[in-house]
């Protein structure tokens, strides 16, 4: 995959996010901030779910897996950029920048699918609560996150094959700070509209495809509810009200980058700032601020790191 005899360029340049220094120094900061914030409020709601026995359930179990792959997306980019702002020194080799796709591309089709499940964990929970721990058990949880982790690197995988064997040979700017499909495509010394359509296509499809199971998910959940529990409506809009702006926000850049037909790439760094460093941000707040049993789990969490802090 990696041999040189397919590319005579050996590394990529980001132009970044500005070409001004002052901007970049402006930048480094509020990168470096949003970036521990993502990390640390990310692992505490992983750490929350696997120490607290009372979230031991399906709910909370696909939460942390949620945090923990907004963690690793964040990982994949932002620090790179935060050097880059810092040093100035905006290039990442060939195989690295083939990684960084693979990668995305695993995460990010690895999340909708999780996505998915957690809108059928909703549904099972909201709609069948007598059978919800006989059809969400821990085997079938564990059995939906392998399909997850699965089909994000079969997806990932199908994507990066298609390109991989194209030339290189000259242009090596990518006006981005992040590798991606798009930039990558448009790079290669050969004519690649039928090819760039085909992996536009795919991502964006399946990204507007899913986007709108998911938003067809929640209304029948809601209307289900509405027709068949009095009274249920609101308590079942409040507890769909965040998986709903989660998925917005994570589907919402993937559909215009991908499927935009007047991309500009002003737009498309905003969107790729917002799916890197302002979503994984807002997935635990959204999540945690809006559940009793979490905010109690992590004051407890909270107490117990304190205590072991101050014991000699």
Same mark, same amino acid.
């Given at each position: 995959?990696?041999?040189? $005899? ?18 970049? =120094?402006?930048?480094?900061?509020? #990168? ?13 709601? @992983? ?17 942390? $897996? ?16 935060? &050097? ?25 089709? &690895? ?43 079969? =997806? #990932? %995988?199908?994507?990066?094959? &298609?390109?991989?064997?194209? !030339? ?19 790079? %290669? ?34 209307? #289900? @509810?509405?027709? =068949? ?8 809009? &409040?507890?769909? #009200?965040? =998986?709903?702006?989660? @998925?917005?926000?994570?589907?919402? !850049? ?6 935009? !037909?007047?991309?500009? @790439? ?24 809006? $559940?009793?049993?979490?905010?109690? %789990? ?15």
């Amino acid at each position: 995959m990696y041999d040189a $005899n397919y590319s005579e360029v050996s590394q990529f340049v980001f132009l970044g996010l500005s070409t001004s220094r002052q901007v970049q =120094h402006f930048l480094l900061p509020f #990168s470096t901030v949003f970036y521990v914030t993502i990390i640390l409020g990310n692992l505490f709601v @992983v750490f929350t779910v696997l120490f607290d026995p009372h979230l031991h359930s399906p709910m909370y179990f696909l939460l942390a $897996n949620l945090s923990f792959i907004d963690s690793c997306l964040s990982t994949l980019t932002v620090p790179k950029m935060i &050097s880059d702002l810092y040093s100035g020194h905006k290039t990442i080799s060939f195989q690295g920048c083939v990684i960084q796709i693979f990668i995305l591309h695993v995460l990010g089709g &690895s999340e909708m699918v999780l996505l998915i499940t957690m809108a059928l964990d909703r549904y099972v929970a909201i709609c069948k609560p007598l059978h919800y721990l006989t059809v969400m058990s821990p085997r079938m949880c564990i059995l939906l996150l392998s399909a997850a982790w699965a089909i994000g690197l079969i =997806h #990932s %995988a199908a994507q990066l094959a &298609s390109v991989v064997h194209l !030339p290189f040979c000259g242009p090596n700017e990518i006006d981005n700070f992040y590798c991606d499909l798009p930039q990558f495509i448009k790079l %290669a010394c050969t004519d690649t509209y039928r090819m760039e359509f085909m992996i536009t296509a795919n991502s964006g499809f399946i990204s507007t495809g899913t986007f709108f199971l998911l938003i067809i998910s929640y209304i029948f959940i809601l209307v #289900s @509810v509405w027709k =068949h529990y009095s009274g249920g409506l609101s308590k079942a809009l &409040s507890t769909l #009200s965040a =998986h709903i702006t989660v @998925v917005v926000l994570f589907f919402g !850049p993937c559909i215009f980058v991908y499927l935009w !037909p007047f991309p500009t @790439v002003s737009v498309d760094k905003f969107l790729a700032i917002l799916d890197f460093m302002i979503t994984p941000i807002l997935n635990p707040a959204i999540y945690t601020l809006r $559940n009793k049993d979490m905010k109690i %789990a992590m004051r407890k969490l909270s107490s117990q790191l304190l205590s072991l802090r101050k014991m000699p």
